[in-house]
């Protein structure tokens, strides 16, 4: 049992590149979401997901966009990398409709952008 | 909008103390608080969670309390060890849906041997 996975770990790109980081979850989850952490910010929600073809702006959302094709996999595209962007990215996974189950997190996607 | 907040920011402390991180939370609307721990270049792992309703949340040597009118939970760790060093996160849910959280920033706790 994998639990959440991300990939990729670690990526340099340069200003105004595009990417996508990839999370994906074999716990059958009906609820994904994406945040990123930044020193002295704490973690903040970008995009979330309730399921499939289901998907909202979190706190952050700007300069990045989600898609939910399927229950496992829920992507992080960026779409004209900014220096700002520079963050470490976490994807979460949970239950629907049990709002006491705790979230799962990915090992996080460190991203640096020059 | 929900502000939570962990003081200290940093600990260190002696092997097999006691210890007490603190969060406080701005709207006590909650549904559930959420404790976790992030060792460097890692993610998160689900602690302890209290459900609005509950008081407090014991595993092993964590005990983590709720005190929804305060607007404040702790979280204590008897008898600390080397390997509880990390960062421990707070987070609430006050959305009614489990995929928004509002996290602190985090308490950085070192135990020295």
């Known amino acids: 049992n994998a639990g959440v996975t991300q990939t990729p770990k670690f990526q340099v790109l340069k200003t105004g590149q595009s990417m996508t980081l990839q999370c994906a979850q074999d716990m059958n989850h009906e609820y994904m979401s994406w945040y990123r952490q930044d020193p002295g910010m704490g973690l903040r929600l970008i995009h979330y997901?309730?399921?499939?073809?289901?998907?909202d702006q979190g706190e952050v959302p700007n300069g990045y966009n989600v898609s939910r094709s399927t229950t496992e996999d829920f992507p992080l595209r960026l779409l004209s990398a900014a220096p700002s962007q520079t963050s470490v990215y976490f994807c979460a996974s949970s239950y629907s409709g049990r709002i006491n189950q705790p979230q799962h997190f990915g090992d996080g996607t460190r991203l640096s952008i020059l | 909008k929900q502000e939570v907040t962990q003081i200290p920011a940093a600990l260190s402390v002696p092997e097999g103390e006691n210890l007490v991180l603190n969060c406080s939370f701005t709207?006590?609307?909650?549904?559930?608080l959420q404790w976790f721990r992030q060792d460097p270049g890692k993610g998160l792992t689900s602690l302890l969670l209290i459900q609005s309703s509950q008081r407090e949340q014991t595993s092993g040597r964590l005990n983590a309390s709720l005190d929804k009118s305060s607007g404040r939970s702790t979280l204590y760790i008897a008898a600390s060890q080397p390997g509880d060093s990390a960062t421990y996160l707070c987070?609430?849910?006050?959305?009614?849906?489990?995929?928004?959280?509002?996290f602190g920033k985090g308490t950085l706790l070192t135990v020295n041997p």
């Open positions: 987070a609430v849910n006050s959305g009614g849906s489990n995929y928004k959280l509002t």
């Open positions: 709207d006590s609307a909650i549904y559930n």
């Open positions: 997901s309730v399921g499939a073809g289901i998907t």
